[in-house]
């Protein structure tokens, strides 16, 4: 276990062409010891290209990468003391489940064959595939080979956990059972760990912290709720949230914004906010935007696709010719084409700059306490 | 009365292409199989009725003192035991130099590496017989003529760039995560070679070993140029030694060629899981 520091990370390809390639530019994070990282983002954002980095299997244009004190920039795989698994799972076909835990410890430690067999059942036990030891890996299920995968990273008590794109072969069931196993044994084991996905709901359920990527650039990183609550900018606001949150184009014009879709009266602290600014994107999450019984500050909208997910409705609108979903309770039978009023709670908006992207204010975020159960040690009532 | 008409028809549509699926089989192999047969059809004869007319293809009276006179006469196990030698000796040497350099070629990129793959082709497809006289001449130099150290070295270098092609394409089939993971699992370059690509490449390198065992077994051009002393001689120039200068047994050559299949047809039935296999896959996957 340990500390890992990335420092200015950069990562150039060159191409056939003999051009340069910027996969990952200047990247700086730092996880403390024992911490559940992250990485998101759509595909060619550099998540990958940064796991492999940190893992030694790519060389780094510039920066350094430590472990604890370890400056291991420069170090190869085998000398960095990381656990990788890999999206295909990548098991050696020609061993069984048993052979593909043990490999790594016979490489790298001394231990005896009964050692070694002691530490395998023993992941194999944590993992629930004791009766699969003796199978290889195409007698194997999709989901089967996945926790022989992560068996091999477990049994090597390694430094770091590296895991790129895990569950994505997965269906979606065992998806969600798998990503509830993984974080019960990153927690157990308390081994710092990297991971890499596009899925943001694997994102905000995992990390302790998500690091949002694009374009090869850091654009923020934080708690889930953080991401989600208080983006840094337009990228992270659209990315993390399902469905995506809802924009407008508008410019500042005296105390309001004006779009083609709609005018909004700002106030207070929002005035001041959009005060350097002269086209400003308005967002609104889904779940925040209203149905309004009144015409006052709402806006005027058509269903043209209802989603009934069962606990909420998605209602996709027209709004100005926007594209707007709104999330309302699943109890409300909504027609398709049926004519309803919208409204942005002015707490609930998101101001963002249009120009550069970078947040001007974010929504003002209530958290409250899950209310627990007190008392009920055995005390009858 | 439905069921039965229609599980009749059933019959009716399947049988049609699977009988001339094998009659297709069968044409090919009777045309394959004609002149290995003819030839140990001949080796059976008596004196009289090799040239006799009408063709008789099964002998009236089956003879083997062919077979006698070859195993007796001439120096056949000696040649055999000379072709076995130089085609193991060469396809230890081919698997040796050519699996490591397969696996640079799939794996590595570097400077030129198109280019340089793209010359080994080009080497491949220069006949031997075009350079059969530099290479005699170099053979000469090197003081190896008349040795089977001399042909070994030449048919490695004439296979190495088929050999090359081939295995490379197998280890492109297998996906770099392999690689990967062992590496992370601690391995060296060297040891992920060994411990974790060449199981998995190994029906490839079966295919590349029995392909230059064959190549070896037959080849006549450089054998003939290399070797002059009987007892060096391979199974090849062996044959070629029993016409003689005025006639020829046909018996006989007949005979040496039965027994000079014998061997290969042993290995080929012996490896034949691996070498369909090897194809198999490296057709699938390549």
């Known amino acids: 276990m340990s500390r890992i520091e990335i420092d200015n990370l950069t990562k150039r390809y060159r191409t056939g062409s003999g051009d340069d390639i910027l996969a990952v530019e200047d990247l700086s994070l730092d996880l403390a010891d024992g911490e559940f990282l992250v990485l998101v983002g759509p595909s060619g954002c550099g998540k990958s290209t940064t796991l492999r980095c940190i893992a030694g299997l790519e060389p780094v244009s510039g920066g350094e990468i430590r472990f604890g004190d370890a400056d291991v920039t420069d170090r190869t795989p085998e000398e960095r003391n990381v656990a990788m698994v890999f999206q295909n799972y990548a098991l050696y076909p020609h061993m069984t489940a048993r052979g593909n835990m043990a490999f790594g410890l016979r490489m790298t430690t001394d231990l005896s064959k009964e050692e070694r067999n002691e530490r395998v059942e023993s992941a194999a036990r944590m993992l629930g595939i004791e009766d699969l030891l003796d199978d290889k890996p195409k007698e194997l299920s999709g989901g089967q080979q996945q926790r022989v995968a992560l068996g091999r990273a477990i049994v090597r008590k390694p430094e770091v956990f590296l895991m790129d794109e895990p569950l994505s072969n997965l269906d979606a069931k065992l998806r969600t059972t798998m990503r509830t196993e993984i974080q019960r044994l990153q927690s157990d084991l308390g081994v710092t760990t990297v991971y890499v996905t596009h899925d943001q709901t694997e994102a905000m359920t995992m990390g302790d912290r998500i690091a949002v990527l694009d374009g090869g650039e850091l654009q923020q990183v934080g708690t889930p709720l953080e991401c989600y609550y208080e983006p840094a900018n337009l990228f992270v606001a659209n990315f993390i949230g399902e469905p995506s949150m809802n924009f407008f184009e508008t410019e500042v014009a005296g105390d309001a914004l004006v779009g083609d879709a709609i005018r909004y009266e700002l106030s207070g602290d929002h005035l001041d906010a959009v005060a350097e600014s002269e086209r400003v994107t308005l967002g609104v999450r889904p779940e925040d935007v209203e149905i309004a019984e009144t015409r006052r500050d709402a806006f005027a909208g058509t269903v043209r696709v209802v989603e009934p997910m069962g606990d909420q409705n998605f209602l996709h609108l027209d709004v100005g010719g926007v594209d707007v979903t709104a999330a309302v309770a699943g109890e409300y039978e909504v027609r398709e084409g049926a004519n309803v009023m919208v409204r942005f709670p002015e707490a609930k908006i998101h101001l963002f700059d249009a120009d550069s992207g970078e947040v001007l204010a974010n929504c003002r975020r209530h958290s409250a306490q899950l209310p627990t159960a007190t008392g009920t040690g055995g005390e009858a009532a | ?286």
């Open chain 2, 1 to 286: 009365m439905s069921g039965r008409y229609s599980a009749e028809s059933a019959v009716d549509r399947l049988s049609a292409p699977v009988a001339l699926t094998y009659l297709v089989y069968a044409t090919a192999a009777v045309f394959f199989l004609f002149p290995v047969l003819w030839v140990v059809s001949m080796s059976l004869r008596q004196p009289g009725e090799v040239l006799s007319y009408p063709v008789q293809f099964v002998p009236r009276r089956v003879t083997l003192d062919p077979y006698v006179r070859v195993l007796q006469d001439s120096g056949m196990l000696t040649w055999i035991f000379n072709s076995l030698k130089i085609a193991i000796l060469e396809v230890v040497g081919i698997v040796l130099v050519t699996t490591p350099a397969a696996y640079a070629f799939s794996r590595f990129d570097f400077r030129g590496k198109r280019h340089v793959l793209f010359g080994v082709l080009l080497f491949q497809m220069i006949s031997p017989v075009v350079i059969v006289i530099p290479l005699y001449n170099m053979m000469a130099q090197l003081n190896l003529l008349d040795t089977h150290l001399g042909l070994i070295l030449l048919y490695i270098g004439l296979q190495v760039p088929f050999s090359i092609w081939l295995l490379k394409s197998y280890f492109d089939t297998i996906p770099e995560g392999l690689d990967e993971a062992a590496r992370v699992d601690g391995c060296s370059r060297l040891q992920t070679l060994i411990y974790v690509l060449l199981p998995s490449v190994a029906p490839g390198i079966a295919v590349v070993a029995i392909f230059n065992f064959v190549f070896s077994w037959a080849e006549f051009v450089m054998a003939f140029t290399v070797l002059s002393e009987s007892d060096l001689y391979t199974v090849s120039i062996g044959l070629f030694s029993f016409q003689g200068q005025y006639s020829m047994d046909w018996r006989v050559v007949a005979a040496a060629s039965v027994i000079a299949m014998a061997p290969l047809l042993v290995m080929f039935v012996a490896l034949q899981r691996y070498f369909v296999k090897g194809l198999v896959e490296g057709a699938v996957k390549g």
